[in-house]
């Protein structure tokens, strides 16, 4: 993921555009079933990091965010979606522009939550006094081709063994997750997992590590779709990225009840 202006090569030699997805639980939520402010702005710093990251190659710290505004809030159930940019890149800083939407996966609504720019400061280890982060060149991400779902994170030490790895289950939780939104967002109806393949874990995912999950749908039932998810891993400091893992995950649409309803066109 060295050169974001060429988008029409496969998932693994450039960047999709970066985007963190996660979901509102009753744990990151007030008592009036909204989101926290603080748990967003943790979430829209995280993406900033790893746009900066990307683009430098180096360490980054977060010096400031500004215009933040919080214009609408993201419920429990709903799917947060944070895509970062990059807007201005300086000798040994540069700033990042977050959003933050909240989906509503049943309903298919999508609410600009807030805006936000972040200034991140490259602390360039071991880097002579004459170095500066790469330019801003003229081109940008644009849409990808196809409508698979494509999430980024970073695996932090309390998703890791005592040998520095990912746990596998960690990393099956973030594949069921970018199957659960790709499945929901074709049915739009609640969608549960029925089951999963074989998986196998070819290398291994190392704390401070980027993974990004590409899921998409490759068959449908009258009430059951099949989602093929991709865990790629990628250094952050190298860029270099491995193909960790894939496998298909077998969700059914539901009701009220958990009785599966019929939700695709077969």
Do not use: Y
């Not at 449908?220 to 298909?248: F, H, I, K, Q, Y």
Request: glycine residues 8%; charged residues 25%.
């Amino acid at each position: 993921m060295t050169d974001d202006s060429n988008v029409e090569m496969a998932p693994g030699e450039t960047p999709a555009p970066a985007t963190l997805i996660d979901i509102v639980f009753p744990g990151d939520a007030n008592h009036h079933g909204t989101l926290f402010g603080g748990a967003g702005l943790a979430l829209m710093d995280r993406i900033a990091f790893i746009v900066a990251t990307r683009h430098g190659r180096v360490p980054f710290v977060t010096a400031s965010c500004d215009r933040v505004d919080f214009r609408a809030p993201a419920r429990i159930g709903h799917v947060i979606s944070f895509s970062g940019r990059r807007v201005r890149v300086g000798r040994r800083s540069m700033v990042v522009e977050v959003d933050m939407v909240a989906e509503d996966l049943i309903a298919g609504t999508r609410d600009l939550c807030t805006r936000g720019q972040f200034t991140m400061v490259a602390m360039p280890e071991g880097k002579d006094a004459e170095w500066s982060l790469p330019s801003l060149d003229s081109a940008t991400i644009g849409p990808t081709k196809d409508d698979a779902v494509r999430m980024v994170d970073i695996v932090f030490p309390d998703q890791a063994n005592s040998f520095g790895a990912m746990f596998g289950g960690d990393a099956l939780a973030q594949m069921t997750k970018a199957a659960f939104v790709a499945a929901t967002r074709a049915s739009r109806k609640t969608t549960v997992l029925a089951s999963c393949q074989r998986i196998d874990f070819t290398h291994r995912i190392t704390v401070g590590s980027i993974i990004e999950l590409v899921a998409r749908i490759v068959k449908t039932g009258r009430s059951s779709t099949t989602v093929e998810v991709e865990l790629w891993s990628e250094d952050l400091m190298g860029g270099n990225r491995t193909l960790t893992a894939r496998g298909a995950f077998i969700m059914v649409a539901v009701d009220r009840d958990n009785r599966p309803v019929t939700a695709f066109a077969a």
